[in-house]
């Protein structure tokens, strides 16, 4: 939040929805993220629960939920679902900047990979030509 007081009309309240985060004490973080098709779905699922267990703000009792949500162009793509105490915004983003820096440590360590988009180019007429099929000749 930037700080400044915020007015908000009677007619927006009356027609529309208004969240409040702090009626709680407590927020659900939603982190999505992506590992490479080479890497061991399980062990992925077992160490990212692992370490948003390792956090302060985690809310434990009411637990965390992991699944893979899709099958990318470059990657199986995930959702970790937890909650966090929530009294500010900044127990939101603490809770959220912790875990992607705990869990990228540990893919690290662990040799899982966070994908990235990848692109094939395709040369030839009828699905593609391997640069590396035919010998490369340079003249000097």
Same mark, same amino acid.
Do not use: A, H
């Given at each position: 939040?930037?700080?400044?007081?915020?007015?908000?009309?009677?007619?927006?309240i009356y027609n529309g929805t208004f969240t409040n985060y702090s009626t709680w004490g407590k927020r659900r973080i939603i982190l999505r993220?992506?590992?490479s098709y080479? +890497? *061991?779905l399980e062990r992925v699922k077992s160490v990212a629960m692992d370490e948003v267990k390792k956090i302060e703000e985690?809310?434990?009792e009411e637990g965390i939920d992991f699944y893979f949500t899709a099958i990318g162009d470059s990657t199986y793509n995930f959702m970790l679902?937890?909650?966090?105490?929530?009294?500010?915004? +900044? *127990?939101?983003?603490?809770?959220?900047n912790d875990v992607i820096i705990r869990i990228k440590k540990r893919f690290e360590q662990e040799g899982i990979s966070i994908a990235y988009p990848?692109?094939?180019l395709d040369f030839g007429v009828k699905g593609g030509v391997n640069l590396f099929d035919k010998e490369i000749n340079i003249k000097s």
């Open positions: 939040m930037p700080g400044q007081e915020v007015f908000i009309p009677n007619q927006i993220s992506g590992v080479g +890497d *061991d985690l809310l434990p679902r937890y909650w966090v105490q929530f009294n500010s915004n +900044d *127990d939101y983003c603490k809770g959220m990848v692109t094939t």
